[in-house]
T-cell receptor, first 115, second 117 residues
Framework: AQKITQTQPGMFVQEKEAVTLDCTYD???????LFWYKQPSSGEMIFLIY??????QNATEGRYSLNFQKARKSANLVISASQLGDSAMYFC????????????FGTGTRLTVIP | GAVVSQHPSRVICKSGTSVKIECRSL??????MFWYRQFPKKSLMLMAT?????????EQGVEKDKFLINHASLTLSTLTVTSAHPEDSSFYIC?????????????FGPGTRLTVL
């Protein structure tokens, strides 16, 4: 079974509007971390935001916030006040505390910001 | 944030040659580094986990004799693609784990685009 599922291959958003990128995960590990990365056309993976499974509050980092719904196993990324520079691929990832310590990545969502 | 460099950023080589890619953590020490491969418009696929001072752990289906990994210090891991062939052409990207702060966040290098002719 897929550990990370991103169901939106592509999303469009008007500049200055907010957009939500969906991510659901699957794990039986009680302790895990969830990450969002941005990959512009240059290829590098830019870390955006982290949410721990035991964190009581949703993570926020500037214009990025993570809508963490543990019971539904979802960790959606919300980008507020979209900018043209936000156009990129966005990957959701998870790391489980037990077992291997690598990241499991979703298939990504390509976000296009329209001027 | 933590900075990871990768060198070279782009390499073109002839079939049969070997290519070495370096991954460095510039402002932190990383006992663990990861090597990923990414095909066009696809997600990242973990190839191997590199541990400082010990042998790398390879994912199923990844040939350890073809993709040699050396993690000689806390700031450097190298991936050598031996006897490269056109099917090895891909985007290779490394990450280093910055421990502490309870997040164990992985920071990625800028990637290396390998083209084998």
């Amino acid at each position: 079974a897929q550990k990370i599922t991103q169901t939106q291959p592509g999303m469009f958003v008007q500049e200055k509007e907010a957009v939500t990128l969906d991510c659901t995960y699957d794990t039986s590990d009680p302790s895990y971390g969830l990450f969002w990365y941005k990959q512009p056309s240059s290829g590098e993976m830019i870390f955006l935001i982290y949410q721990g499974s035991y964190d009581q509050q949703n993570a926020t980092e500037g214009r990025y916030s993570l809508n963490f719904q543990k019971a539904r196993k979802s960790a959606n990324l919300v980008i507020s006040a979209s900018q043209l520079g936000d156009s990129a691929m966005y990957f959701c990832a998870m790391r489980e505390r037990t077992g291997a310590n690598n990241l499991f990545f979703g298939t990504g969502t390509r976000l296009t910001v329209i001027p | 944030g933590a900075v990871v460099s990768q060198h070279p950023s782009r390499v073109i080589c002839k079939s049969g040659t070997s290519v070495k890619i370096e991954c460095r953590s510039l402002d932190f020490q990383a006992t663990t580094m990861f090597w990923y491969r990414q095909f066009p418009k696809k997600s990242l696929m973990l190839m191997a986990t590199s541990n400082e001072g010990s042998k790398a752990t390879y994912e199923q289906g990844v040939e350890k004799d073809k993709f040699l990994i050396n993690h000689a210090s806390l700031t450097l891991s190298t991936l050598t693609v031996t006897s490269a062939h056109p099917e090895d052409s891909s985007f290779y990207i490394c990450s280093a784990e910055a421990t502490g702060k309870g997040t164990d966040t992985q920071y990625f290098g800028p990637g290396t685009r390998l083209t084998v002719l």
